[in-house]
RNA sequence: GCGCCCGUAGCUCAGCUGGAUAGAGUACUUGGCUACGAACCAAGGGGUCGGGCGUUCGAAUCGCUCCGGGCGCACCA
């Protein structure tokens, strides 16, 4: 095979077009160059429109540039005819080897294959969950993990150089109101309580963190040991002892669903640090803040804000974005030139403060910065009716909840594999009753199904990628290998879109290319050549099935 | 009232950044285990892509406008 071997045959086919191109229209050869994989087999293996989107340009018949364009291709070992079809496409057929030879690919890169350099280990970071220490996780924070985890692992994929990090509110009134709560339960009062605090927490988790501070039991959370000191009059040391309870509670959950973070920030260090104070000087300094009304504002309408925002109370305190303004401007300190949030969609009105009050520093942040991942919100369904998620009412389910009764790969899963621009329902009972037929154990089924039929096979996997793949013709085969050679545009448009959940689609379609294949046809048949060259196919399956489960955050088991 | 997101098969969702006859799962109706794992496969019915207008060779996709649903519009975080 000649040097187009090493390509792909978009790119090759790309490259001969772009050939013609320039032969025949010099003018126009830096049009962007498009190949696409038609829905219809009857259209060929790859087509371009490319002769379409030159007929504005050169004001000529779509289907004469298309002729134009075929006399001017360069012939290729990999290309059997390309012919011109309906407006003025042109499908091109390839050879069988040109679509089996990923196989190959596959096998000699193993788990790097659909790994790139696109980011080219420039830094990123992607802050996720950032949930405030008021209370357990529910399920809206586990879309956020979810999504977030999956998101870091497909950027890492695609070359970047990935920070985890994980803000905690740590300060502010609903801290204050978490340590009422808790003391209002040290002395044993309840909700129904007249003097209960009207925004005070209801849920079950305080009683247990009056218990254990009662108990003088010691926390370890992250980077520091809390010892309860068990004075029920001391509000400082409550407030110290729930903060550090629910951040380990928190921490445990996280594991449990598989997810880490390389740093912890906290709001209330911004405040010590000084951070908090230096933005504000910053602020002021640039001429975009003005006191009206004993507040201090800032002029977030030279932004593109609709109106302007106060920063500073009439009594003294600061509103929400300023420290997180502080924090942000700590970020790119950092270095960090990409970041990006992942949120719940109602944190959206902070996005136009931050990058108002960011520029208004003057430090040359550009407008963009940081860019922002939303998913919708969570909506549970139990027993047929919704849940509403309220920390206060303290009735909602947890992410533990979920995690004991779904487990972690279901979970992970259900929460990762939809458009986080689109809202989801969790049904729990749906879920939890049939869980059989999650679609996660559709695609760890074929996995494991791989695993099986190679073990019985009791070869050398390593053999494989040598033996020729001549008896692969299959029209399912074929389109088997032609769903392996998109593994790594799918984790490159992932990457480039935020949009973690084109994985999970695409290990759907793998999955589904896989059993109609199996179901179809044996691999451990007498003939050696058809045996070695299915089973060199089953097991570069098998490598993107993991690799995509991984970037999922999802388990690829060998047997269920 | 303003801003953002969503509306595709009974239900849950894809739809490759504007392409050719809109696809999966689920549910329903059938068929397939003495064959590498039936947590699987094959076949069938099921659609005014919320409505309308526009942009062009071509619209589920882009623009405008209605309708419906969600989330935000604090000197709360």
Redesign the pocket.
Known sequence: MSASASLDPKTHLADLLRTALASIAPDHSSTDI?I?????A??GDY?S?LA??L??AMKANPRQIAEQLLAALPASEWLVKADI???G?I?FTLATAAKTQVVKSVLAVDAAWGRSQAGAGKKLQVEFVSA?PTGPLHVGHGRGAAVGDSLCRVLAAAGWDVTREFYY?D????IDNLTKSVQMRVHGLTPDDPNWPEEGYRGEYIIDIAKAYLAKESVVADDKSVVANGDPENAEAIREFAVAYLRREQDKDLKAFGISFDVFSLESALYSDGKVDEAVAKLKASGHTYAE???LWLKTTDFGD?KDR?MQ???G?Y??FVPDVAYHLDKWRRGFTKVINEQG??????ITRVRAGLQALGEGIPQGWPEYVLH??VMVMKNGEEVKLSKRAGSYVTLRDLIEEVGKDATRYFLVA??P?????FDVDLAKSQS??N?V??IQ?AH??IC??IQ?WAGDVSDLSHYPLDALSGEKELALCARLQAWPETVD?AA??YAP??IA?YL?DLA?DF??W???????VDDEAIKHARLALAAAVRIVLRSGLDLLGVSAPE??
């Open positions: 498009l696409e994989r038609p829905k219809q009857s259209h087509a429109n379409m989107q007929a504005r079809a309906g407006a496409f499908n405030n509110n300060a502010g009134n609903q009304g004993n507040a609709d106060v109370k009439s009594d305190g509103t929400y969609a109602d944190h959206h009105s902070t919708q919100m939809r458009n621009d689109s809202q989801l329902v059989t037929e679609p154990y559709y089924y494991a199904r099986s039929v019985q448009t480039a879109e959940y084109q689609v759907k589904a059993h109609g199996y179901n179809a046809e044996r691999m451990l047997s269920m």
